[in-house]
């Protein structure tokens, strides 16, 4: 069954969470939030947020300072609208739902509340983009929440981002 955000509770990582029932099939993700995520927060590199269902953890990401290069943005997506060489960008570093929770709207819920953290950032600070670098398996799933495929060198992982500017301003 579906879970709505409703029923969802997102916070921040801190050193009281306990992380220890999370697994992931991707296991460097799953690694990374274990053993690596609250140092990388407290050196202020990154900040994970976690998210609870009925006090189970079933999903989390990580969000960094990002920018994005103009020519790495595909150009049917209108490259005339970018006059500068470079956009500030909120990059999803890592995110995951844990395997058991899979396929009930956790991923898109996370999704959506990124969007919303972006927006509420863009009014302190320039933030235009969502970047992320994508496992192949997930493609898909960023495909279907309107990111694209940047142009850039193949790596093992598919670099994607999203104008939410540009799809704000077409929803108005
Ligand atoms: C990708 C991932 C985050 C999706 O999370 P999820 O909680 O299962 O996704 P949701 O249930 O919110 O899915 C929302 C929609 O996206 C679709 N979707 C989910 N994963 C998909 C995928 N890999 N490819 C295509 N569509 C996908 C769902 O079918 C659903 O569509 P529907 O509403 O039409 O039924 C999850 O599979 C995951 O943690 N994967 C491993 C980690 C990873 O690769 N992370 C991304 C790299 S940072």
Redesign the pocket.
């Known amino acids: 069954m579906?879970i709505s955000k409703e029923e969802l509770t997102f916070s921040i990582l801190s050193s009281d969470d306990d992380l220890s029932g999370f697994s992931?099939?991707?296991k460097d993700?799953e690694g990374f939030l274990k053993y690596d995520a609250l140092d990388s927060q407290k050196n202020r590199i990154s900040v994970t947020h976690l998210v609870y269902w009925d006090k189970i953890l079933v999903?989390f990401y990580t969000l960094i300072s990002d920018s994005i290069e103009v020519r790495g943005i595909q150009e049917d997506d209108g490259i005339r609208g970018y006059p500068y060489s470079r956009y500030p960008a909120l990059k999803?570093?890592?995110?995951?739902?844990d395997d058991r929770?899979?396929?009930?709207?956790?991923?898109?819920?996370?999704?959506l509340k990124i969007l919303v953290t972006a927006i509420n950032l863009s009014h302190h600070v320039g933030c235009r983009i969502l970047t992320?670098?994508?496992?192949p398996?997930?493609?898909?799933?960023?495909?279907?929440?309107g990111f694209t495929r940047t142009i850039r060198k193949q790596s093992d992982?598919i670099p994607m981002y999203r104008d939410f500017h540009r799809a704000l301003i077409e929803q108005s």
């Open positions: 579906k992931c099939c991707e993700l999903g999803i570093a890592r995110l995951a739902t929770f899979k396929k009930r709207n956790i991923g898109k819920n996370m999704l992320v670098d994508v496992k398996g997930s493609f898909g799933f960023y495909e279907k929440y992982s």
